[in-house]
């Protein structure tokens, strides 16, 4: 019984490809223009672009197209939840009506996209993670967000809160399987009655979590403090980001995309 | 009535690039009263097979039995046999949560839906096992020291009464008193006909105290059987990560140099035929 198995959001899988190898940044802005895109572009039609897109970076990156859908497991509850609400909300042409249900054509294109745009908002956002580890991820964001520093900005300090959150998500997770099945071998049912018993019954794997959580935040702490850490003023680095040609390259092809996308969109429509 | 395991195989993460495979075909037999180590280099795939034993993980391939129970995939024995075979994880004074050592200690028992004028005597009894007879029952469990943590925690899966008790890693961070006193511990358990499994790195404990070994390396169970033998099998062939016992090294080179000393890791033993040899 392995609970955490299906756990990929924001799990790396280290491998050497050409995406592996872009900046973190080029990745971030990339990410972010994908994201952009998702959005600005309404027509259906289009859609399969989309998914062209995902294939083809999964394929240059190396990782199998069942680990990047996986990424999306854990929001697929809240994506059919979008899709029902706009299928019976949507006002338009009745296509089929039974009590108070009434579906309509406009209905079925707007819970089609919305259901798609997340799916795969989720998805280029898990293709940052599954591509970039996390060390890089916060790095990237420190330097993206290093202009602001002077306006107050905390850059070192969330950068630093990020790498230390995403580095523990995966303890974490060993953690909570670990204790869930040291109470499973006590005989502690977790999977069975109704919510509130489900959530008593979750006592003993939340209190020990905490406990752990909590001591291991104050070992960190007391380590970074020991070895000197004082914030992000004068830190070097040990891996200094290097912005190449390819880089560019990348980036541009993919704002590119984006912007023929909105532009093919508009003419659509 | 026995503890089963037939070329037992698993891999983590099964079909995807992380695939790990943490044992493969993995045999052994865990007679009633009997205390087995199972021993292994890091990574060996020891935490794995405890958990197999007690069917919190099943096995991708082959069998396992418990006193003619079967642990596979849609059992309706798995409850039960979770209940006979008892798991202590390594470090279990880090699943300790209740207010008090009371309350602790009837977790198991309730979830096993024991009697409750069933639920203190058998507490009780349990409690004495560890040693902890004596412990105010309303402390809070957090309160308590280190080695009384452990004990607590092991007791809270006695608590059940056990046919096998499975240990991962119990002696871990403790110092060589303290593994003294949960060494004699888990001997009065076997008396009491408990048999019990005991996962450990450290090979000389295993060889001093322990009925059976099981060596795994990688996933493989390399020797199984008893001290001797699997000490036989090891002078013949290194195992990866685990060093032999410094006396029984030193009992090997004097052969080798002619000696008439016993292949033991009996300190005494070696002395003793190793002062007849040379007068
Ligand atoms: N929950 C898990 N998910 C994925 N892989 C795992 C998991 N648990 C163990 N493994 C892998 O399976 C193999 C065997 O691990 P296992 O924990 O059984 O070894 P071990 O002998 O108990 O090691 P140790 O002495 O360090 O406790 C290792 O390669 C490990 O990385
Ligand atoms: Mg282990």
Redo the contacts with the bound molecule.
């Keep these: 019984m ?1 609970f955490m198995n299906h756990m990929t959001l924001g799990q790396y899988v280290p491998a050497d490809s050409f995406v592996h190898r872009l900046d973190p940044r080029c990745k971030i802005l990339a990410t972010v223009a994908l994201l952009a895109g998702v959005f600005l572009v309404t027509d259906l039609r289009l859609f399969p672009g989309w998914a062209l897109l995902l294939v083809a970076v999964s394929a240059l990156a190396k990782i199998p197209l069942s680990m990047v859908l996986r990424s999306a497991r854990p929001v697929v509850f809240l994506v059919l939840i979008t899709a029902l609400i706009h299928v019976f909300l949507t006002k338009g042409d009745p296509l089929w009506r039974w009590g108070i249900f009434t579906i309509t054509a406009e209905g079925v294109v707007m819970a089609s996209r919305m259901a798609l745009r997340l799916l795969f908002l989720v998805l280029f956002a898990g293709l940052l993670t599954l591509t970039t580890s996390p060390m890089e991820l916060s790095d990237g964001l420190e330097r993206l967000f290093a202009p602001l520093t002077p306006l107050g900005f905390p850059a070192h300090d969330l950068a630093m809160m990020m790498t230390i959150a995403l580095r523990f998500i995966p303890t974490l997770l ?1 953690e909570t ?1 670990r204790i869930m099945k040291a109470q499973l071998a006590r005989g502690a049912d977790l999977d069975r009655g109704n919510i509130v018993r489900r959530l008593r019954a979750f006592i003993p794997v939340l209190v020990p979590l905490f406990v752990i959580v909590f001591q291991r935040a104050d070992d960190l702490a007391t380590a970074m403090e020991a070895r000197g850490y004082r914030g992000g003023k004068g830190r070097s680095r040990l891996n200094p980001l290097h912005w190449r040609a390819r880089d560019g390259l990348a980036l541009a092809s993919v704002v590119a995309l984006v912007v023929a996308g909105a532009a093919a969109d508009r003419w659509l429509t | 009535m026995s503890l089963i395991l037939r070329n037992v195989s698993h891999s ?2 099964k079909g995807t690039p ?1 695939e ?1 495979a ?1 044992l493969r075909g993995v045999s052994l037999d865990v007679e009633p009263g009997q205390w087995v180590a199972v021993v ?1 280099h ?8 405890a958990q197999h034993l007690n069917a919190l993980l099943l096995p991708d391939a082959g069998e396992i039995t418990v006193d003619g129970l079967k642990a596979a995939k849609g059992s309706k024995d798995l409850r039960e046999i979770r209940r006979r075979v008892g798991l202590v994880f ?1 470090y279990p004074e880090q699943q300790l949560f209740a207010e008090s050592v009371d309350e602790e200690m009837a977790f198991g028992p309730r979830n096993w839906g024991l009697p409750p004028d069933q639920i203190g005597p058998a507490v009780d009894q349990a409690l004495a096992l560890v040693d902890l007879a004596d412990l105010p029952r309303d402390r809070s469990p957090f309160a308590l020291s280190g080695g009384q943590k452990r004990r607590l925690a092991i007791a809270s899966v006695l608590s059940v009464r056990p046919s096998y008790l499975v240990l991962d ?1 119990p002696t871990a961070g403790l110092d060589s008193r303290g593994r003294r006193g949960l060494m004699t511990l888990i001997d009065g358990l076997r008396r009491e006909g408990i048999a019990v499994v005991q ?1 450990t ?1 450290d090979l000389e404990l295993a060889l001093a105290y322990c009925d059976r070994i099981c060596v ?1 390396e990688r ?1 493989r169970a390399l020797f199984w059987g008893t001290p001797q033998v699997v000490v036989e099998q090891l002078l013949d062939r290194p195992v990866q990560g685990l060093s032999l016992p410094e006396v029984l090294a030193f009992a090997r080179d004097l052969r080798e140099k002619g000696f008439n000393v016993p292949l033991s890791w009996d300190p005494y033993e070696v002395a003793h035929a190793l002062a007849k040899e040379v007068g």
């Design positions: 392995q060993d399987d | 983590y993460h992380l790990t943490a292994g890091t990574g060996s795939g020891k935490s794995t097979l390594q890693e996962v790195h795994l996933g």
